[in-house]
């Protein structure tokens, strides 16, 4: 069964600092990796996405970081903010499906305190 | 706004009652998809759409579950004699059908909250 596993299951950073959200994949057969954010109450919002083609990807203050050798792949969130607190969900698209379903993470929910 | 849009985005129900939901993408967009979450987790795959056809059901949507979309446009999820295990948050989310890096983009609608009694 394809799977995406992630830690922590929470996070908590002071404001400022980097926040780290590690997740691992079991299948090779995946070629794309987005980030969602989630707010309370809220549908999850794609944050950053990258495919396996390359090992690093940063908008602004996000950055996804790939190892395909180890099938990890990891969000870094630098200077973390307050209104960063959030469940973060990274997720995985096996390749070539004729679906695009989704494989999710469990989540990490991240505290960012001021 | 031009985002996904669901309805209702809260449902109480009695356990035995039938609950449906709506589900209207962004405009264009062919492909459509339903997710569960609940509590604590991430969401689980329903069932995906392309144009007016369903494409793929995955083994959590039972038979008292039926999702449609008749013209390729909005789409909805009817849950038949509920469970207290029905309980979760609908996402609904949708992605054009353009080549390249764009297709697997997926946007996620607000959701809908469903609470069986």
């Known amino acids: 069964q394809q799977q995406v596993k992630q830690s922590p299951q929470s996070l908590i950073v002071q404001k400022g600092g980097i926040s780290i959200i590690n997740c691992a994949y079991e299948n090779t057969a995946f070629d794309y990796f987005p980030w969602y954010q989630q707010f309370p109450g809220k549908g999850p919002a794609l944050l950053i996405a990258i495919r396996p083609d390359v090992s690093e990807k940063k908008e602004g203050r996000f950055t996804i970081s790939f190892n395909k050798s180890a099938k990890q792949f990891s969000l870094h969130i630098m200077d973390s903010q307050p209104g960063d607190s959030a469940t973060y969900f990274c997720a995985a698209l096996p390749y070539g499906g004729a679906t695009n379903k989704l494989i999710f993470g469990t989540g990490t929910l991240l505290a960012v305190q001021p | 706004d031009t985002g996904v849009s669901q309805d209702p985005r809260h449902k109480i129900t009695k356990r035995g009652q039938n609950v449906t939901f709506r589900c209207d993408p962004i405009s264009e967009h062919n492909r459509l998809y339903w997710y569960r979450q609940t509590l604590g987790q991430g969401p689980e795959f329903l069932t995906y759409?392309?144009?007016?056809?369903?494409?793929?059901k995955s083994r959590l949507l039972s038979d008292r579950f039926s999702a449609e979309r008749p013209k390729g446009s909005f789409s909805t999820l009817e849950i038949q004699r509920t469970e207290q295990g029905d309980s979760a948050m609908y996402l609904c989310?949708?992605?054009?059908?353009?080549?390249?890096?764009?297709?697997?983009?997926?946007?996620f609608g607000p959701g809908t909250r469903l609470t069986v009694l």
């Open positions: 989310a949708s992605s054009p059908a353009l080549a390249g890096a764009l297709t697997d983009t997926q946007y």
């Open positions: 759409f392309q144009n007016e056809a369903q494409l793929e």
